[in-house]
């Protein structure tokens, strides 16, 4: 069990838009930055979005991630083929001391 | 800037292994690193943190008591000692480097390949 909670799966077909919802507390999501990390198949995680909302140079702004309260959502407009990957959200955990990551959501694009 | 994880491999239950990840291209003693894993088929599970001077040191309670991190910056080298390990504990052990600007907004902006580790009679 996650302390992050993240649908397993979402599928959605070529050019649309999906969105990957990500539900923690206050001591994680509802108090630090939530950061999303990409992991293609058999490759390691790579950083997507960071600070709720920032993307590294390099990553597409198709990706987008917004945080309300203890919730946060990665949305990809666009997809593409290549986006299928398992999505990973997480954050720092005040009460824990620890990183927590949400359990992953694997995306296909139909 | 390139993490490079070592030291992986097939080990009997109770028994240990380390782990070793060397870096390049960063200025290694500048930042906080981890070590996270991933079981076949699971998701992410971050195992243990060491801030750039080995001050403040975090583990996973699945591992706390079992395994030690720690770095030596003159070899710009990540650790890993595990110990006591568990058919639990077989997972790929990604290195990765933590930046940000404060105790709360942080991220890992750069990992390792990984190194498996299996723990099996």
């Known amino acids: 069990q996650s302390v992050l909670t993240q649908p397993p799966s979402v599928s959605e077909a070529p050019r649309q838009r999906v969105t990957i919802s990500c539900s923690g507390s206050s001591s994680n999501i509802g108090n630090n930055a939530v950061n999303w990390y990409q992991q293609l198949p058999g490759k390691a995680p790579k950083l997507l979005v960071y600070?709720?909302?920032l993307l590294p140079s390099g990553v597409s702004d198709r990706f987008s991630g917004s945080k309300s309260g203890t919730s946060a959502s990665l949305a990809i407009s666009g997809l593409q083929s290549e986006d299928e990957a398992d999505y990973y959200c997480a954050a720092w955990d005040d009460s824990l001391n620890a990183w927590v990551f949400g359990g992953g959501t694997k995306l296909t694009v139909l | 800037v390139q993490l490079v994880e070592s030291g992986g491999g097939l080990v009997k239950p109770g028994g240990s292994l380390r782990l070793s990840c060397a870096a390049s291209?960063?200025?290694?003693?500048?930042?906080?690193m981890n070590w996270v894993r991933q079981a076949p088929g699971k998701g992410l599970e971050w195992v243990s943190s060491i801030t750039t001077g080995s001050a403040f040191i975090y583990y996973a309670d699945s591992v706390k008591g079992r395994f030690t991190i720690s770095r030596d910056n003159a070899k710009n080298s990540l650790y890993l000692q595990m110990n006591s390990l568990r058919a639990e504990d077989t997972a790929v052990y990604y290195c990765?480097?933590?930046?940000?600007?404060?105790?709360?907004?942080?991220?890992?902006?750069?990992w390792g390949q990984g190194t498996l580790v299996t723990v099996s009679s």
């Open positions: 600070y709720d909302d």
């Open positions: 990765a480097r933590e930046d940000g600007t404060n105790s709360g907004n942080r991220y890992f902006d750069y």
């Open positions: 291209g960063v200025p290694f003693s500048k930042y906080t």
